[in-house]
């Protein structure tokens, strides 16, 4: 009875491990949806490029909210649906990775 007795511990062990590991992987992050922007330029500033700057404001977790300054260097002869793309710029939320910023020439 003491062999039979060890076998149902082990047993049981493994059990609760599959339950535990079920729990306790790591779930893939979700992804916050792109925050698209228009980003108005002159002809001259397609012509000839130029760069803007954009500031942007993001709350973080811990309630606070942070300044940054974007730039995008405007260069020659970009068509009128060029995208630049700032990953993981947007605001931050539990169990999310932040959104991307798009600004749309």
């Known amino acids: 009875m003491a062999v039979n007795d060890g076998f149902e511990d082990m047993?049981?062990?493994?059990h609760e491990f599959r339950?535990?590991?079920?729990?306790c992987i790591p779930r893939p992050q979700s992804s916050g949806?792109?925050?698209h922007n228009d980003l108005s330029v002159s002809f001259e500033d397609v012509q000839y490029g130029t760069t803007?700057?954009?500031?942007?404001?993001?709350h973080k977790l811990d309630g606070s909210t942070e300044e940054k300054v974007l730039t995008i260097d405007v260069q020659k002869s970009w068509k009128s649906v060029t995208r630049n793309t700032f990953l993981r710029e947007g605001d931050e939320r539990a169990n999310t990775i932040p959104a991307d910023i798009i600004f749309i020439v």
Request: glycine content about 6%; overall charge positive; aromatic content about 6%.
């Open 33 to 35: 949806s792109p925050i």
């Open 11 to 14: 047993v049981g062990n493994v």
């Open 52 to 58: 803007k700057k954009i500031r942007i404001t993001r």
């Open 19 to 23: 339950r535990c590991w079920r729990r």
